[in-house]
């Protein structure tokens, strides 16, 4: 007698589970032959154990495979945190690699956390806050993550910078139990320095703000400008190493401006350090952590043209 066999599909094609007395899943004999190759209990084991895996990492990269595929948006939408995000219709936050505030009123901030090339979470890609709410947030979230340095892809003295930092060198601002003081400041053609203390509920001090104040397209990319503020950020911060939130990387949308900068900043430090680049994987990697970042051709014809420039200087 020749006992019937269940198998499981793998890259490869169709395996055998190798259990003589398996029996064939109740949906694997319906008629219309639906379901041949879904597996009974003993043959999602295995499947789960292929590559000699443990059955529970087997689950969690399924699951992972799965939520990045279908990314859910739960804090985003809810409606005490719908006066906390600047475009509501248009730029969207992951639940997944949302930052989340633990210290003072509400854990949300629209902000996510990207990896970089080896280090989880080493980028924070925030939209500029807006209101004075946001504001309030945007500090306690600097304070919680105590970045090496603070990007900012804006006009500091124009509208969108409004409830930053002062451009000022000595002048302070309160932000609600925070003093947010701009202890220096210099100025370039198309970059500003300063560096921040912040003091009151939380202390923090000589956190480093590069600003790209030539950065002012959501769908123009300064290509000129790109390799010198690269440069110009390691040399206002020499110690820069990279960490978990090492960068936070602010512009309007907390998306456009803030993915290619990542992008082109993660890739050039790729580029001089190993001699090599990932773009594609990196793209992917990106939009999978934050949404709206890459969204046109032209924008995304755009970072591989400065990558390119860039590669060429090296």
Sequence with gaps: MVRGVDTVQTRDGAVVIQDSNAR????????GGKGKNVPNPTGLFNQLKLGGKKAGDGVHEMFQSFERESPTFVHFFKKENEPKNRYQSEILLYDKTRVILKEGEGDYYHASYVDGNDIPKQYVL????????TEIDFIRMLAQLKPEVVILLLKLDGDEGK??????????KTVGPYTVKTDDATKDKNFDHLTISISGKAELSKLPVCVFSSWTEENKVPLEDMSAFFSYVRKCVPSLKGREASQVIVCPTGANRAGVWMMYDSEAERMKTKGRIRFTDSAKALRFQRSNTLDTQEIFDQVIQALLAFAKAL
Excluded at 24 to 31: G, N, T
């Design 126 to 133: 925030a939209q500029a806050p807006f209101t004075a709410d």
């Design 24 to 31: 064939l899943s109740v949906r694997s004999q319906r008629r």
């Design 163 to 172: 409830h930053l930092f002062a451009p000022t060198k000595d002048e302070s």
